[in-house]
């Protein structure tokens, strides 16, 4: 039987990577190597636990009458949000973890339930030449996990970011660039 060519090249490490973030109205990227517009933000140092990138996603069964036959799964609810933990304490990622703006003396007023509002975010993705950009047009702090402050370990500042679907996507929630499976030159 046949199974199709195998290529142990295509098999990707998420070696490095960064995550950028900027106000909505920043030009979108246009290829995994574009250089970015200037409002974008690199969020620094993540820790060794890289990346988690979740899909939600509810279904409806309907059934027929006959013999309870399954004729078709519709989608109910749907949702993509990205894990992460900042591991570098600077402006850029403590206003993104508490959702507020810091004043000129270095003071910052933390209401809890503050989300920072909407963002657009840069997420590279790096091994070796090959590059997976990911863009969301618009994304939103909807969690953040503890802080633990510790001898042995650096200070986190762990968020989820949530991808809503952008009129800027014509309704999708993310953009991603993979280079290496363009089609054309």
């Known amino acids: 039987m046949?199974?199709?060519?195998?290529?142990?090249?295509?098999?990707?490490?998420?070696?490095?990577?960064?995550?950028?973030?900027?106000?909505?109205?920043?030009?979108a990227p246009?290829?995994?190597d574009s250089e970015l517009a200037?409002?974008?933000?690199?969020?620094?140092?993540?820790?060794?636990?890289?990346?988690?990138?979740t899909t939600d996603r509810s279904t409806n069964d309907i059934k027929a009458?006959?013999?309870g036959a399954l004729l078709r799964r519709t989608v109910t609810d749907s949702g993509l949000s990205y894990q992460f933990t900042l591991?570098?304490?600077k402006k850029e990622?403590?206003?993104?973890y508490f959702g507020a703006a810091f004043d000129a003396d270095g003071s910052i007023d933390i209401d809890p339930g503050e989300t920072g509002g909407r963002k657009s975010f840069v997420f590279d993705v790096i091994d070796g030449d090959e590059v997976l950009r990911v863009y969301i047009a618009e994304g939103e702090v909807t969690e953040v996990g503890?802080?633990?402050?510790?001898?042995?370990?650096?200070?986190?500042?762990?968020?989820?970011?949530t991808a809503y679907a952008s009129a800027a996507l014509d309704g999708a929630a993310e953009r991603r660039f993979y280079p290496s499976l363009a089609t054309t030159p």
Do not use: H, M
């Open 87 to 89: 591991v570098e304490t």
């Open 30 to 32: 246009t290829a995994a």
């Open 2 to 27: 046949a199974t199709g060519t195998l290529d142990s090249g295509n098999v990707r490490v998420a070696v490095t990577g960064a995550w950028y973030a900027g106000p909505t109205t920043a030009a």
């Open 93 to 96: 990622t403590l206003e993104l």
């Open 146 to 161: 503890d802080i633990t402050y510790d001898s042995g370990d650096p200070v986190g500042y762990e968020v989820t970011v």
């Open 38 to 53: 200037a409002t974008f933000v690199n969020l620094g140092y993540l820790s060794e636990d890289g990346t988690t990138r």
């Open 65 to 67: 009458w006959q013999k």
